[in-house]
């Protein structure tokens, strides 16, 4: 395995608990600052990683698909009054 494909993997591992926190304990990157962009860029870099790194072992494309769709969930959260915003 080489160095891109564990970087990657230990990037989505490390980054899916803010991005869950932004999908659904936040109301959206807005409300939150810069530390909110800095995690979304952060999350697209480790999909575009994870993208690469899919192409040579197919059983990282679970891995994108769930990196896509937590990017996704904090970019509808964020655009939307969609009420995935558990707090007060």
Do not use: C
Not at 1 to 7: F, K, N, P, R, V
Not at 71 to 86: C, G, H, I, N, R
């Amino acid at each position: 395995m080489d160095g891109l494909a564990i970087s990657s993997m230990a990037a989505f591992v490390l980054g899916a608990i803010p991005l869950l926190a932004l999908a659904f304990f936040s109301p959206g990157m807005n409300h939150e600052g810069y530390w909110a962009y800095a995690m979304f860029i952060i999350g697209a870099t480790t999909l575009l990683g994870l993208v690469i790194s899919a192409r040579r072992r197919k059983w990282m494309w679970g891995l994108v698909l769930l990196q896509l769709t937590l990017l996704t969930l904090v970019l509808y959260e964020t655009f939307s009054d969609a009420a995935l915003y558990s707090g007060t």
